[in-house]
């Protein structure tokens, strides 16, 4: 029994890691999302259906695949990596900023999506209100589409965090499986799973794995609840 | 003063709106049927949807001209918009829904402080409540004042009525006047309930189709047959404003007399408002099928309203007669073909017309 609390070092590290990386991606992924989600939900024009269609391609695309295109991109000989490397002297590829570089590519269109179908679902006529009593755009989004989309935005943003726990193929491509720099729990994992003997270990990251995943989607429901019951 | 000017066309899908208005200060009702435009022409008003054609000038100002390009976005119009559902925002409570306004507006071009309006419009016991615990009329209320507090030169009111039930339905007018009176500012209520129009203002625009069908005061719109055709299916009504004279406790009656004091009427006393002190003014409102007519002056019977007057205008429209009787004021009588030709009216017949109190409905 003590053996299924007792973390290792590297083990702690890869759960910190992961974490660390979760909160980063979902950060950082919340406002493009909000305002993309809000750019698909309220404007129409040509070839929506095309951007719709390329959003989502992370979706369906084979996390590996879009780890080797990110690899591709901005690794240290690719199309802008090359360059980040000659001007800024910036390696994204194998790093802590290529897990949460990857981790945000895949979560961006379950984002995308939550945040959009909240936002649709405010009626438009309390944004008219809005303009006809003096708010701008900006203004009427921050104070009206913002407020009343909130369920939708904080699932958005817990989906993002927990997709981001869950990451694997495209990270261990464009990242690597770098302990203490781009090796988070699935990573770790993956790596005691291989090793005979290390059942304990695997098992253990396992549960925290478990753990974090039904803590946060517990949160997200029980805010959403929350906040339709305010209205 | 011109509170509004507009020349529109607009074309949606098959529907065509093209009209040109011209409003006053005051209280403007602008009544039509539903599909007529009434909605197209306020949303184009505030600039919520833009025509294809035309121009508009609110307070003399040029907010929409197609010809030069210009669109003033609906944030600048100045304009108040009631909407028919309130549009109340349901996570602000009451406060902060009347107050969503003033941090776009300066307080020097304030209307009202936001005490007096709280006062004014009753609603100091909602201010901390959420909308969706309001009723039905507190939510109108809320509405206004939001709209109010948002320093607008012009005040638009979309069905002020129907989101109420039918009691509670005329609740707001006596707050509208009011406002109007109390403000001055300018009021458009655009109505499909030609009734309850007439008991907040007379100066009508009607619309049928997205085009004016004719417009003025309803009395000179009834002596028109074209309006009076348009208005008959919406349920036609007299208005009469008249002043309390004195209360008969004994009999449960009140005296009213008309402006020029030439006419006297009682109503029943309970059909007035407590607060109403002789002197005060009130809107009478009478439908034309509860008035008889006669050729003499009936003295043993039970109707104390007689008024004596001359038929100036008889209008037939399939076999019912509308008679425009001139007691001092207009009054418009509805009866059968039948009867015009038993009793030989004809314009310039000396007639009584006679009703009921009971008939009678008190608008304060």
């Keep these: 029994m003590s053996e299924l609390l007792n973390f290792s070092e590297e083990e702690l590290l890869a759960i910190g890691l992961s974490f660390k990386v979760a909160i980063w991606c979902a950060v950082l992924i919340l406002p493009p999302s909000l305002m993309i989600a809000w750019w698909l939900a309220r404007k129409n024009f040509r070839g929506k259906s095309v951007v719709e269609g390329f959003l989502n391609l992370p979706l369906v695309l084979p996390p590996v695949a879009t780890g080797f295109i990110l690899l591709l991109l901005l690794g240290t000989n690719g199309v802008l990596g090359k360059y980040l490397n000659d001007w800024f002297g910036l390696k994204l590829a194998f790093s802590f900023y290529a897990a949460v570089i ?94 005979p003997g290390h059942e304990s270990a695997a098992f253990r990251l396992l549960m925290v794995a478990v753990i974090f995943s039904f803590v946060a989607m517990s949160f997200s429901e029980f805010l959403v609840k929350k906040l339709h019951h305010r209205k | 003063m011109h509170a509004l000017r507009a020349k529109l066309k607009t074309q949606k899908g098959n529907f065509t709106l093209d009209l040109e208005v011209d409003f006053i200060n005051g209280i403007t009702g602008i009544y039509g049927p539903s599909g007529s435009g009434k909605s197209t022409l306020m949303h184009v008003i505030s600039g919520l949807e833009n025509p294809d054609h035309g121009y508009i000038t609110i307070d003399n100002e040029v907010v929409l001209d197609t010809s030069k390009q210009v669109h003033v976005k609906t944030r600048k119009r100045q304009i108040g918009y009631v909407f028919q559902e309130g549009r109340l925002f349901p996570h602000m409570t009451v406060r902060k829904n009347l107050l969503f306004g003033s941090s776009y507006t300066h307080q020097a071009k304030q209307l009202i402080e936001f005490e007096e309006l709280v006062e004014l419009l009753e609603i100091r016991d909602l201010l901390e409540k959420r909308p969706k615990n309001l009723s039905g009329g507190e939510r109108q209320r809320v509405a206004i004042g939001r709209a109010l507090l948002s320093a607008p030169k012009l005040l638009l009111m979309d069905e002020p009525f129907s989101s109420l039930d039918v009691a509670l339905r005329r609740q707001i007018i006596p707050y509208l006047i009011k406002i109007n009176k109390k403000l001055g500012i300018p009021m458009l209520v655009v109505s499909h ?97 509860d008035i008889a007519i006669t050729l003499q002056e009936i003295k043993d019977i039970s109707i104390r309203n007689q008024l004596k007057g001359k038929v100036s205008k008889i209008i037939k429209k399939e076999n019912r007669i509308y008679c425009l009787v001139d007691v001092g004021f207009l009054l418009i009588v509805s009866i059968t073909q039948a009867s015009q030709q038993k009793m030989k009216l004809e314009t310039g017949s000396e007639v009584y017309c006679l009703f009921k109190s009971m008939a009678l409905q008190v608008n304060t």
């Design chain 1, 102 to 195: 990857a981790s945000m590519v895949v979560s961006f269109p379950l984002a995308i999506r939550a945040i959009r179908l909240s936002i649709e679902m405010v009626d438009p006529a309390y944004e008219e209100a809005a303009k006809t009593l003096g708010a701008n755009s900006l203004q009427t989004f921050v104070r009206v589409t913002l407020p009343l989309a909130l369920p939708g935005i904080i699932s958005g943003f817990v989906l993002a965090f927990a997709r981001s726990l869950g990451e694997f193929g495209a990270t261990i491509i464009f990242a690597g499986n770098i302990s203490g720099e781009s090796q988070t729990i699935p990573l770790a994992l993956f790596n005691e799973i291989q090793i």
């Design chain 2, 193 to 289: 309930d030609l009734p309850d129009l007439l008991s907040l203002t007379q100066e009508l625009f009607l619309l049928r189709n997205g085009r004016v069908e004719g417009h003025g005061n309803y009395f000179d719109l009834i002596q028109s047959e074209k309006s009076l055709d348009m208005m008959r299916g919406a349920g036609l009504m007299n208005v009469i404003p008249f002043k309390v004279e004195s209360h008969d406790v004994e009999n449960g009656l009140t005296h009213l007399m008309n402006r020029d004091a030439s006419h006297e009427i009682h109503v029943e006393r309970e059909l007035i408002n407590d607060s109403c002190n002789a002197g005060d003014e009130l809107n009478v409102s009478l439908r034309p099928e």
